[in-house]
Each structure stands twice: as structure tokens, then as C-alpha cells.
């Protein structure tokens, strides 16, 4: 006889792990199915192990700037790319180890393999294609089950995404990476081109730039980071090109030429003509795909859209005992976004009152390039095209004391209000650590939070954080400090 649950989860990513925490905490007898690791691209692939190579980009960036601290450094810093991924895939490792220990601890059973759908509250596990290759990353000790039938009133699809490749310039793990290949280079290229300047190409381009690299970034799009407010990514650009970066905007690769040790992107700007440019590889960063593939959908009439699977407020699908989470629900295709999901389906399943759908215009983004980026809500040209009536603040970290003294004065705070209302409707932040501030804009308005509340706000002194309330004084001609 299969054996039987309440909850099961296909994919133990963020959302998913998270998701299963959730449920044994409400009493659901839980299992997890996965297939590859523990904590899914997240802790393995992406978030994470990307932030490690990055503070190291940040370490080495302070290195090479001790004078402007009144400091000797006798002799030079250069990057050990070796020892640079060591570090970052031990951080991945010590986290993947983490996730196992929570299954146990929550008394979740870990089915391993790949898992279909066969119909609504049955799954048919299989052995998992995608063996464990690396030895910091072996299989959990408590993995309890695995090839076989397993029956449960709901399943929910947490199986994530992979990067989406464009015909004709396929990833081929050698001369074209992906983030894969990107995170773990056995040598440091001495140039790079990055296809796509989203949240993960910048990195990568910000990170490679740190370690020495020439890089040069394609983009489609008028602006980097296409996704965030122009004026904040308009600063972006400013500070990255300052560091060396070469970036292209409103052009496309048209074509990739390989040889046996580089590649020749043909580059093709917004007035047609076509530039040749030559790099020892090149980051195919043009955004991803859900992972909707084999897991039984289409038989059973899961509505999907463009490669994701359709969901309301709650993760329901349109076929009752099959929910879904996270990447493989659509964007934002965030790690926090997918948590957040992965609760709020499960506290719905379990019948808690009271339980919020989740509301994507109060998802924060941040991209952890050097300047780092991050905002919450909608963009001031989001706002204009929705006919708002809107009040626009904004303070420069060059009039912020903290800022100046950690040497980091090149930022900006910029607030959107209604003007009618006070009701905020977007913030958006570029400058040092904005990715730890831009919490306290998603707080506000998840609070509904208005203008007067948080100008009556008291901001600690010396901080950057003050600069979140300037910018705010500066929406109604208050400004103190500028």
C-alpha cells in the first residue's frame, strides 16, 4: 500500500523546505521529494553561494582602496579564485547541511527522486537523473524513502526554474556559461561578456570586475537592471562603468562565434549596425524557465503560462489538491517571494483564519552588485502610465554623515507617494548595504504606512537609514539636510 500524507512537496528549494516546516507546525504529516540538493538552486547555485563571491568582491574592493582609509598595505591583494569558490561552495555547503537537519527536526519524511504526478493526490517517484556530484553535498542521513507510489490530500510543486538559453547561443558549460558554470570557474577568465544585465547578470559582471576581469555587458533593454526605477539604475550604471565596466544598452547578441578558447559575440545596437566583440567566454544571464516538464501536468490539465504553472493569492492551481510555489509559479522569481508563498499555502490548507494572499506589488527585489540596488512597489514611470497622482522624494548618500564617513557617498534614495492618499507606493534605493534598508520601506507599507507617519518617525543618528526619511521630507519640500 502507498504510503500516505497530508502534505507533500515536489522540490526542496526555499519555498518548498520552508513550506514543509510550515505544515509539520500545524500538524500535517509532511514529506519532502527532491531530486539533486537540499535547499535547491538557493543555497547551492544561486542566492547564496553568489552573495560569498561577492563579499569577497567587496573585501577585495576595500583592499585595493586601504589609502582612502589613511591606511598601509605593504605589498598587494589579488584574488585566489580557487580558494574565493572554496569558500563560497563550503558556505553553500554548510547550508544544504542545514536544510537536512530541518527536515529531521520537523519530523519531515525526504523521498528522494523525481517525482510525477500520476492524478490528483497520488505520485509516482522514480530514481532521480541528476545524481549528487559534489562531495560537499552528500545525500541527507535521514532520507527515509524513495523510488515508489505515495499518496497525500495535496501536493504542492516547488520544483523551481534553470536558465533559459536563446537558440543559436546554447550554454555549453565551456565557452558559454551559465550561473553554473559562473560560480565555480577553475580558472578567472581574463575577459568576459554577460549576455542580460538582470539581477544575475550584474552580479556576475560586478563580481568578475572586482576579481580583475574585462567585462563587457550586453543588454536589450534602454536600461540595466530593466526591472527597477531608471533614475536609480541611471546611477547604477554611472558607478559600474566608473569601475571599468563596458555596457551596452538598446542591443542585442545576434550571433556568438566560438573558437578552441574564446568566443565572438556579433553585438547589434539600436541603429542596426554590428559590432564584433572578442572574450574569453561569455554568461548567458537572459533570464529563466520554470521547471514544469515530466511532473504530469498537462495530463491532468494543470493550466500553465509561459512556462509556469498558474495560481491564485493562495498557490491553488485550477485542479483542487495541487498547489504551486515559488519560481515555478511565475515572478517575481525570488527566493523571500517563494517563501512567503510556501506559507501562506500551507496555513490555507491547514484552515488557519484570517490568512493574507500573497501581494506581489509588496515584494522587495535586491541585486548585490557593487552599487547594490533594491526597491519595493511600483516605479515612478509605473506610476505616471497608471495615471497616479504622485509625489516624488529623494535624498543622495553626498548629504548623509555615515555615508561619507564609510567612504560610500554615492547612493540615492528615491520615495513615490500618492498625493491624494500618502499612501507609498514605491521606494527604490542604490548605494552601500540598501539591500539591508530596503526593509524598513516594505515594513511601512505592509503597514500602510503614510507619509505623515513617517516623517514623525525617529531615524537613529549617524546612519544611512536617515537618509530613508530625507527622502521622504523631500517628497512634501521638507528636506532638512540638503
Request: charged content about 25%; some cysteine; glycine content about 10%.
Amino acid at each position: 500500500m502507498a504510503e500516505s500524507y497530508d502534505v507533500i512537496i515536489i522540490g526542496s528549494g526555499p519555498g518548498g523546505y520552508v513550506a514543509a516546516i510550515r505544515a509539520s507546525q500545524l500538524g500535517l504529516k509532511t514529506a519532502i521529494v527532491e531530486r539533486e540538493h537540499m535547499g535547491g538552486i538557493c543555497l547551492n547555485w544561486g542566492c547564496i553561494p553568489t552573495k560569498a563571491l561577492l563579499r569577497s568582491a567587496e573585501v577585495l574592493d576595500h583592499a585595493n582602496h586601504f589609502k582612502d582609509f589613511g591606511l598601509v598595505l605593504e605589498g598587494t591583494v589579488k584574488p585566489d579564485a580557487k580558494a574565493v569558490v572554496g569558500r563560497s561552495r563550503a558556505v553553500s555547503a554548510r547550508l544544504n547541511a542545514g536544510v537536512g537537519f530541518l527536515m529531521k527536526k520537523n519530523k519531515i519524511d525526504i523521498i528522494w527522486g523525481e517525482a510525477k504526478i500520476t492524478k490528483p493526490g497520488e505520485i509516482v517517484v522514480g530514481k532521480s537523473s541528476k545524481p549528487v556530484v559534489e562531495p560537499q553535498h552528500p545525500l541527507p542521513k535521514n532520507v527515509k524513502s524513495g523510488e515508489g507510489t505515495y499518496t497525500a490530500k495535496h501536493i504542492i510543486i516547488a520544483t523551481g526554474a534553470r536558465p533559459r538559453a536563446l537558440p543559436g547561443i546554447e550554454p555549453d558549460g565551456k565557452l558559454i556559461w551559465t550561473y553554473f558554470e559562473a560560480l565555480k570557474p577553475d580558472l578567472l577568465p581574463k575577459s568576459l561578456i554577460v549576455m542580460g544585465s538582470g539581477a544575475i547578470g550584474i552580479e556576475f559582471a560586478s563580481f568578475y570586475r572586482s576579481m580583475g576581469v574585462d567585462v563587457t555587458v550586453v543588454e536589450v533593454m534602454p536600461t540595466i537592471m530593466p526591472v527597477e526605477d531608471a533614475e536609480i539604475t541611471a546611477i547604477a550604471r554611472k558607478q559600474l562603468e566608473k569601475r571599468g565596466l563596458k555596457i551596452f544598452t538598446s542591443a542585442k547578441v545576434s550571433k556568438v562565434d566560438k573558437a578552441t578558447n574564446s568566443v565572438t559575440a556579433h553585438v547589434e545596437t539600436a541603429d542596426g549596425k554590428v559590432q564584433q566583440i572578442t572574450a574569453d567566454r561569455l554568461i548567458s544571464a537572459v533570464g529563466v524557465q520554470g521547471n514544469i516538464e515530466n511532473l504530469g501536468l498537462e495530463a491532468l490539465g494543470v493550466k500553465t503560462d509561459r512556462g509556469c504553472v498558474v495560481i491564485d493569492g493562495y498557490g491553488k492551481t485550477n485542479v483542487a489538491g495541487i498547489y504551486a510555489i515559488g519560481d515555478v509559479a511565475g515572478p517575481p522569481m525570488l527566493a523571500h517571494k517563494a517563501e512567503h508563498e510556501g506559507v501562506v499555502c500551507v496555513e490555507k490548507i491547514a484552515g488557519l483564519p484570517n490568512v493574507h494572499p500573497t501581494d506581489k506589488g509588496k515584494v522587495p527585489g535586491c541585486t548585490y552588485c557593487n552599487p547594490q540596488v533594491a526597491s519595493v512597489g511600483i516605479t515612478e514611470a509605473k506610476a505616471k502610465e497608471q495615471g497616479r497622482d504622485i509625489r516624488v522624494g529623494r535624498f543622495s548618500f553626498a548629504a548623509n554623515g555615515k555615508a561619507i564617513a564609510l567612504g560610500e557617498d554615492q547612493g540615492m534614495v528615491k520615495v513615490i507617494f500618492d498625493k491624494k492618499t500618502g499612501e507609498l507606493l514605491g521606494a527604490h534605493m542604490v548605494g552601500a548595504e540598501v539591500t539591508e534598508l530596503i526593509q524598513g520601506f516594505v515594513v511601512a507599507m505592509n503597514l500602510e504606512t503614510t507619509e505623515e507617519e513617517l516623517m514623525h518617525t525617529i531615524f537613529p543618528h549617524p546612519t544611512v537609514s536617515e537618509s530613508m526619511k530625507e527622502a521622504v521630507l523631500d517628497a512634501y519640500g521638507r528636506v532638512l539636510n540638503a
